[in-house]
């Protein structure tokens, strides 16, 4: 249905209207409160604004601020900056130290953001960059989490081009030989990798495995370095792997990402390149977990 409008008083005109449509006629007194409802609609906006302007830059400061240091900031009046921040206050997204009076983010934020971070899904945040990597490469891709000194299969994408794997969502899968597992392995504390080498040992899957010790760690330390791992026929002859790790909110590693092909496909200069690429991936996907900054591994 059409509906059409005129504010009256008006000059006569002559009005071609659709059979169904509907002609409404408002009068000054209307007029003038349409007028007050979209100012309104326009002033709640931008308060909206400043608040959530006024949210980013006490963030951005550890002692907090004053209130003429955030007007300067904003280049409003003072008493504009003080209301919202009562409001604020009020809410608990504020807090005014009781000595300095300066404001600082509230609690608030710290409640809303356990909450999020409670809700994130691994294996849902990470679909799109699987699919993507699918998409762009046609290989196999995983996704691993880290599990009592191994990690387990939580997601696998086939690819289109043909690859027979022992790879299977649910199953378990050795760290040492897996570009996976050393992804994981090379970031978490040196103490935890070492006792899980103790433990599990190097045991050999094939001719390329690395099985001393001392070339191992070395190995973990190229990877922390290039910031991907590789398997390079270490766990299944013929297959090729690159892995990155993917960090949560704590900046602890979680878990990996790989890609994994035979190795007429997965060439030095492919892999080169894919690392590039997945590197970038695996930033993205940790940002969406609450990564700010990856835990430095301390040697």
């Known amino acids: 249905m059409s509906v059409f409008s005129l504010t009256a008083p008006c000059a006569p005109v002559a009005l071609f209207l659709p059979a169904n449509a509907r002609l409404f006629v408002y009068n000054d007194e209307q007029r003038e409160q349409i007028e007050v ?14 608040a959530l ?63 999020l971070l409670d809700s994130i899904d691994l294996r849902q945040e990470a679909k799109p960059y699987l699919r993507q990597l699918e998409k762009e ?18 997601e696998k994408l086939e690819g289109t081009e043909t690859l027979r794997m022992h790879s299977k969502v649910g199953k378990r899968a050795p ?52 910031g991907y791992a590789l398997d390079l026929e270490e766990n299944e002859y013929g297959i090729r792997c690159v892995a990155v790790p993917i960090f949560d909110y704590t900046g602890s590693v979680v878990a990996a990402i790989s890609v994994s092909g035979p190795t007429i496909r997965m060439t030095d200069d492919r892999i080169s390149d894919l690392a590039v690429r997945m590197r970038q991936l695996g930033s993205e996907l940790s940002a969406r977990l609450g990564c700010r900054q990856p835990h430095s591994v301390q040697l």
């Open 37 to 50: 409802n979209e100012m309104e609609k326009e002033h709640t906006v931008k308060s909206v604004r400043r």
């Open 53 to 115: 302007q006024i949210i980013e830059i006490v963030s951005a400061k550890k002692d907090g601020l004053g209130v003429t240091e955030i007007a300067k900031q904003m280049d409003i009046n003072k008493s504009s900056v003080y209301r919202i921040l009562t409001t604020l206050a009020q809410y608990g997204y504020i807090e005014q130290h009781p000595e300095t009076e300066r404001y600082k983010l509230g609690y608030k934020f710290l409640e809303l953001s356990s909450k």
């Open 137 to 154: 490469t046609n290989e196999v891709i995983h996704l691993v989490v880290y599990d009592q000194g191994e990690v387990i299969y939580i």
């Open 175 to 226: 760290m040492h030989c897996t570009a996976v597992g050393k992804a994981i392995l090379a970031h978490l504390p040196p103490a935890v990798a070492a006792e899980i080498i103790e433990r599990k040992g190097l045991p050999k899957h094939t001719d390329r495995t690395i099985t001393n010790r001392e070339a191992f760690f070395r190995e973990l330390e190229t990877v922390r370095q290039n």
